[in-house]
């Protein structure tokens, strides 16, 4: 088994995969404080869950935009599975042809989705990663990533409205009954969901006008189904999009 892990601000995403077959999923809270042994502690328990002893695992594959947890998980993996995994950074086969300024600014998840996205859809391609922040991540007709745009996620702007006025609550982020709220609950839930959904369309229309063409929008990442279900364009969902392409990376530097 190959294990993949994408680890995120909020959440660490597990992938175990069987050859292409992805047979487990799990999640676990983004613990900075975390030492290696507390997190192989927490992926001993996730294994067994699933039903997978830890000898099982013969290869992993990481990527962190935490450079603490990216260090301790890569430890843990090592002492639990007795693997070294392969850690996206310089010096690791992609396969991805890279065109921003600074190719080592680009983050190792946006990287894992571009991947993902090779071959898997048709070029060129918007996707869309809603997690702690917004990413977009933009590929041309040969595949080249070729730049992007980052905006705070609804979690983290929930969040500042709260602690940044005197009189705006905190909201569960769901979409209200109508666009037009009547209540400042409902007001501040359309403005998280309907505005995120509304900057999707917005940049992805955007976008496609830089390209000259249309594009293949792709939406992934934990708040990616209830944004996308208030878009009025057509984005295709993808949840293992990123652990795709961590087992793509993993096999290319496995030969």
Same mark, same amino acid.
């Given at each position: 088994m190959i294990l993949t892990v994408d680890i995120g601000n909020?959440?660490? *995403?597990?992938?175990?995969? =069987?050859?292409?077959?992805?047979?487990?999923?799990?999640?676990?809270?983004?613990?900075?404080?975390? *030492?290696?042994?507390?997190? @192989?502690? /927490?992926?001993? %328990?996730?294994l067994r869950l699933k039903g997978v002893a830890p000898d099982r695992v013969t290869? /992993? &594959?990481?990527? %962190?935009v935490v450079p603490t947890v990216g260090s301790a998980v890569t430890l843990a993996l090592r002492t639990l599975c007795g693997v070294d995994a392969v850690v996206i950074g310089p010096g690791v086969k992609t396969g991805l042809n890279i065109r921003i300024e600074n190719p080592a600014q680009l983050g190792?998840?946006?990287? @894992?989705?571009?991947?993902?996205?090779? +071959?898997?859809?048709p070029m060129p391609c918007i996707i869309f990663d809603l997690g702690t922040a917004t990413t977009a991540m933009v590929m041309d007709a040969s595949g080249a990533m070729i730049g992007g745009v980052i905006a705070a996620g609804p979690a983290m702007t929930r969040d500042a409205l709260a602690t940044g006025t005197a009189q705006l609550p905190s909201v569960d982020l769901r979409a209200p009954a109508r666009v037009i709220g009547?209540?400042?609950?409902?007001?501040?839930? %359309?403005?998280?969901?309907?505005?995120?959904? @509304? $900057?999707?369309?917005? $940049?992805? &229309?955007?976008? =496609? =006008?830089?390209? +000259?063409?249309? &594009?293949?929008?792709?939406a992934t990442g934990g708040l990616a189904e209830r944004i996308v279900a208030h878009c009025k364009r057509e984005f295709l969902l993808d949840d293992r999009l990123l652990l795709d392409g961590l087992l793509q990376i993993y096999k290319r530097n496995s030969r």
């Open positions: 909020t959440n660490v *995403t597990l992938g175990g995969f =069987e050859g292409d077959d992805l047979v487990f999923t799990a999640r676990l809270a983004t613990e900075p404080r975390h *030492t290696a042994d507390q997190y @192989a502690v /927490a992926l001993d %328990s996730v290869g /992993a &594959a990481v990527s %962190s190792a998840d946006l990287v @894992a989705g571009c991947v993902g996205a090779l +071959g898997k859809y009547a209540n400042t609950v409902d007001c501040v839930q %359309s403005g998280l969901i309907h505005g995120a959904a @509304a $900057m999707l369309d917005g $940049m992805a &229309a955007r976008i =496609e =006008e830089e390209l +000259g063409q249309p &594009a293949t929008l792709v």
